[in-house]
């Protein structure tokens, strides 16, 4: 079965730090987003692509936080530099249009120290 | 804005109980309607969804209504198993697909 592969699982990053996920959605997905989940709390949509183009960023820290799909296919989330409210869960999700069911992958737990 | 509110967790039931999580959204014209769960560090997965109203979604068990007058999207299982035991989350889809917003997340612990 398809899956929305991410890594890595788990990255520990020091304060001020550059740090770097990779997100490869499934086969055929057009559409790919990025989230945030903080502990205790529902995902955040950071941004959203359609193709290689963004269609929402709205919620995406832009003094920090990149994000590119250069071939619309695979995505990077960049942030640089890292701060120790960046702790989180960062998932990608990908769906055949954006109007159809999201995949998640497994997400990326991401602790600054 | 749009939004989803759902009860607060945890809730705690015994096996074979009958589970009630519900929730509430605020949204402008028709949006669709998801419950998602994500057990112990996995990804999300799509439980069930709904795409306008009086639809019911419905899978492994669970079901739940699209209720426009009420705005809710209660979800529902007449007996739940301790494998049931996970984070569940209602979201909306904003009508033409462009944003999909979560709601806090609800947790459910069931005892065998």
């Known amino acids: 079965e398809a899956e929305v592969a991410q890594s890595p699982r788990y990255k520990i990053t020091e304060k001020s730090q550059a740090v770097a996920f990779w997100c490869d959605p499934i086969?055929?997905?057009?559409?790919l987003y990025w989230y945030r989940q903080i502990l205790g709390q529902g995902p955040e949509l950071l941004v959203q692509?359609?193709?290689?183009?963004?269609?929402?960023d709205s919620q995406l820290p832009k003094d920090r936080f990149s994000a590119e799909r250069l071939k619309g296919v695979d995505s990077t989330l960049k942030i640089q530099p890292a701060e120790l409210g960046d702790s989180a869960m960062y998932l990608c999700?990908?769906?055949?249009?954006?109007?159809?069911?999201?995949?998640f992958g497994q997400g990326t737990r991401l602790t600054v120290v | 804005g749009n939004s989803v509110t759902q009860m607060e967790g945890p809730v705690t039931l015994s096996e074979e109980a009958f589970l009630t999580i519900n929730c509430t959204y605020t949204?402008?014209?028709?949006?669709?309607l998801f419950w998602y769960v994500q057990y112990p560090g996995e990804g999300l997965q799509l439980l069930l969804k709904?795409?306008?109203?009086?639809d019911k979604g419905s899978n492994k068990g669970f079901e739940a209504t699209y209720r426009k007058e009420t705005t809710s999207f209660h979800l529902e299982k007449g007996s739940v198993q301790v494998s049931d035991s996970a984070v569940y989350f209602c979201a909306l889809s904003e009508a033409g697909g462009f944003k999909t917003i979560f709601g806090a997340g609800t947790r459910l612990f069931v005892k065998a």
């Open positions: 709904a795409t306008k109203a009086d």
């Open positions: 999700a990908s769906s055949l249009t954006r109007n159809t069911e999201a995949f």
């Open positions: 949204a402008t014209g028709y949006p669709s």
């Open positions: 692509f359609q193709d290689e183009s963004v269609v929402d």
């Open positions: 086969s055929g997905h057009a559409t």
